[in-house]
């Protein structure tokens, strides 16, 4: 099982932007890494997935155009770049991680969990 700490999260108005990092003990094993938000209406939802082996790229429809995944290899690291945030954004923010890649990836069917950053955007 791989060790993720968040962090990155903050409150900003509607329209600002944050940038999210999740730092990893070890990723060379890794299928399937990402980002979900959870709240407490809705549970966790994934947001943004990333195919470590092939760089292939899911996001959920809310924030496609406005949300970045990306990773750096050599620093065990997965980043969020989340930009024109809007109120409906806010929840806590968890990283998660897979040794395979799910049939949907944005299930939050993943063994290993970060404890999450919180992201609150004002209207």
């Known amino acids: 099982q791989v060790q993720l700490v968040e962090s990155g999260g903050g409150s900003v108005q509607a329209g600002g932007s944050l940038r999210l990092s999740c730092k990893a003990s070890v990723v060379n094993k890794m299928g399937c890494m990402g980002w979900f938000r959870q709240t407490p209406d809705n549970g966790r939802v994934g947001v943004a997935i990333i195919y470590l082996t092939s760089r292939h790229i899911v996001y959920a429809d809310s924030v496609k155009g406005r949300f970045t995944i990306s990773q750096d290899n050599i620093e065990n690291t997965l980043y969020l770049q989340m930009n024109a945030l809007k109120p409906e954004d806010t929840g806590m923010y968890l990283c998660?991680?897979?040794?395979?890649?799910?049939?949907?990836?944005?299930?939050?069917?993943?063994?290993?969990w970060g404890q999450g950053t919180q992201v609150t955007v004002g209207s």
């Open positions: 998660a991680a897979n040794p395979w890649c799910a049939l949907d990836p944005l299930s939050p069917e993943y063994r290993s």
